[in-house]
């Protein structure tokens, strides 16, 4: 793209170039400003897992919808919970693969990150991911309305390229799961 506007510079030079550029420059701008507005959008976008503020909250829309709530635990730095984010979880949920089948929250174990646990107490992400031996990153666990974990965490990545099979499979457990809770 840059090479083909210095080109048109270089044409406007001469004469007749000089009529070309000021016809397809304006153009070209106008397209930059899309592509480069369109890559903010697209990354604002992406970021489409909420972080868990209140899990009582989410109880209740659980409850409501009868679907279990996945935690997502994750801290900065987490390469691979960057490459689960990017690589698994956002097309799942952009494929609308993920949206009918669970609540899906992340709780982060950097500090300064607080939420309000499923007793309404307000709690650090650490305290939280403890509570469920969720030490590594990324976990994802698989709760209930009252926070009790019904299917099996997920942690680590084992492998990548089957991480959405075994995700579907623990929710498909959860689900049966939760069907029994009355």
Same mark, same amino acid.
């Given at each position: 793209m840059l090479r083909i506007m210095k080109s048109i510079l270089f044409l406007s030079n001469s004469g007749s170039g000089q009529r070309y550029?000021?016809?397809?420059?304006?153009?070209?701008?106008?397209?930059?400003?899309?592509?480069?507005?369109?890559?903010?959008?697209?990354?604002?976008? %992406?970021?489409t897992i909420t972080w868990a503020?209140?899990?009582?909250?989410?109880? %209740?829309a659980s409850r409501d919808l009868n679907l279990p709530i996945v935690v997502f635990v994750? $801290? $900065?730095?987490?390469q691979y919970c960057a490459a689960l984010r990017r690589q698994v979880l956002y097309p799942m949920?952009?494929?609308?693969?993920?949206?009918d089948k669970a609540i899906i929250r992340e709780v982060s174990l950097d500090a300064?990150?607080?939420? %309000?646990? /499923?007793s309404g107490m307000e709690v650090s992400?650490? $305290?939280?991911?403890?509570?469920?031996?969720?030490?590594?990153?990324?976990?994802?666990? /698989?709760?209930?309305?009252?926070?009790?974990q019904i299917a099996e965490k997920m942690v680590g990545i084992s492998?990548?390229? /089957?991480?959405? /099979?075994?995700?579907?499979?623990?929710? %498909?457990?959860?689900?049966?799961?939760?069907?029994?809770?009355?």
């Open positions: 550029a000021a016809k397809i420059l304006p153009a070209l701008c106008f397209l930059v400003l899309v592509i480069v507005g369109g890559a903010d959008k697209s990354r604002a976008a %992406e970021r503020e209140s899990l009582m909250a989410d109880a %209740e994750t $801290q $900065q730095g987490c949920i952009r494929a609308g693969e993920l949206s300064g990150f607080t939420l %309000e646990d /499923f992400g650490r $305290q939280f991911a403890n509570h469920y031996a969720a030490v590594v990153t990324p976990t994802l666990l /698989f709760l209930d309305a009252g926070g009790t492998n990548i390229e /089957f991480y959405g /099979f075994y995700l579907l499979k623990s929710l %498909e457990s959860a689900r049966t799961r939760l069907k029994k809770i009355p």
